[in-house]
T-cell receptor
Framework: DQQVKQNSPSLSVQEGRISILNCDYT??????FLWYKKYPAEGPTFLIS?????DKNEDGRFTVFLNKSAKHLSLHIVPSQPGDSAVYFC?????????????FGKGTMLLVSP | EAGVAQSPRYKIIEKRQSVAFWCNPI?????LYWYQQILGQGPKLLIQ????????DSQLPKDRFSAERLKGVDSTLKIQPAKLEDSAVYLC????????????FGPGTRLTVT
């Protein structure tokens, strides 16, 4: 049972345009959401996060939106750059017995072409 | 600040052989995680340590996988005997505290079982 779903395996965007990556979740106990970026042969690196009490968080070119009622979040990258080409993982956190654990989606491969 | 270190980076073994992976977390990080990432999937948590104690190993196949974190610093993950389906990237991550949301990942060990 997949609790975090990224239904688009890949996305292609032209340089300078907006990239929108989507993520859906099913577990109402998730209280924090994160996006990780992964280049080939490297581990995932933290990109941006949002608490469940907020609906938007912005960091430079990256903005994450959270719609709790729809159990949906999205990552917007504006403007997209070729260096943004990577796999993006959505992750959701739940605290259980005082310990935080992350559940990851399958990832979306973003390709930004010049 | 040095990141999470893992070795080896690549390993090829035959089925039924044993293998061990090593991880050294970021200095001062009390929580350490081992994940398995199968091709095309997101990272899946295998085991979580708080200092040198296990707080979650519910998804660790305990008949063949074992992990330890002696002295609450570095950690080893062992597979014995390996199966073909164990082919994956094994990622180690660490975080500052047990309720920290952000996890910092190492580069991973790519295991191929033939």
């Amino acid at each position: 049972d997949q609790q975090v779903k990224q239904n688009s395996p890949s996305l292609s965007v032209q340089e300078g345009r907006i990239s929108i990556l989507n993520c859906d979740y099913t577990n109402s106990m998730f209280d924090y959401f994160l996006w990780y970026k992964k280049y080939p042969a490297e581990g995932p690196t933290f990109l941006i996060s949002i608490s469940s009490i907020k609906d938007k968080n912005e960091d430079g070119r990256f903005t994450v939106f959270l719609n709790k009622s729809a159990k949906h979040l999205s990552l917007h990258i504006v403007p997209s750059q070729p260096g943004d080409s990577a796999v993006y993982f959505c992750a959701a956190s739940a605290v259980n017995s005082g310990y935080s654990t992350l559940t990851f989606g399958k990832g979306t491969m973003l390709l930004v072409s010049p | 600040e040095a990141g999470v270190a893992q070795s080896p980076r690549y390993k090829i073994i035959e089925k039924r052989q044993s293998v061990a992976f090593w991880c050294n977390p970021i200095s001062g990080h009390a929580t350490l995680y081992w994940y398995q990432q199968i091709l095309g999937q997101g990272p899946k948590l295998l085991i979580q340590f708080q200092n040198n104690g296990v707080v979650d190993d519910s998804q660790l196949p305990k008949d063949r996988f074992s992990a330890e974190r002696l002295k609450g610093v570095d950690s080893t993950l062992k597979i014995q005997p390996a199966k073909l389906e164990d082919s994956a990237v094994y990622l180690c991550a660490s975080s500052h505290g047990q309720s920290s949301y952000e996890q910092y990942f190492g580069p991973g060990t790519r295991l191929t079982v033939t």
